[in-house]
């Protein structure tokens, strides 16, 4: 099992930049797609960026062009950097960790972090 770690978040005013950092430990951080997700108070967690083993990224329609989503195997770290911040982006924001399938079989399953908040607020 994969153990994951958020930090980062914190109070920001509009338009301004945070950086969420993901530690993920306990697994081979390589084989997992991974994702961070948002749940604002009082709505369902709604995806907000992915990125898979293989790079490949793909962004909820309300951050694209704002938020960019990295990975860096060497440091089992997965990122996401967050500029020009609105007060509808405030929410606990929460690491995803999703294995391949082929590696399912052989103990590797998904996982969540504890969350970071983030506030967007003047």
């Known amino acids: 099992q994969v153990q994951l770690v958020e930090s980062g978040g914190g109070l920001v005013q509009p338009g301004g930049s945070l950086r969420l950092s993901c530690a993920a430990s306990g697994s081979i951080f390589s084989i997992y797609n991974m994702g961070w997700y948002r749940q604002a108070p009082g709505k369902q967690r709604d995806l907000v960026a992915v990125?898979?083993?293989?790079?490949?990224?793909n962004y909820a329609d309300s951050v694209k062009g704002r938020f960019t989503i990295s990975r860096d195997n060497a440091k089992n770290t997965v990122y996401l950097q967050m500029n020009s911040l609105k007060p509808e982006d405030t929410a606990v924001y929460y690491c995803?960790?999703?294995?391949?399938?082929?590696?399912?079989?052989?103990?590797?399953?998904?996982?969540w972090g504890q969350g970071t908040l983030v506030t967007v607020s003047s």
């Open positions: 995803h960790a999703e294995p391949l399938a082929g590696w399912g079989p052989l103990g590797a399953m998904d996982a």
């Open positions: 990125i898979s083993t293989s790079g490949n990224t």
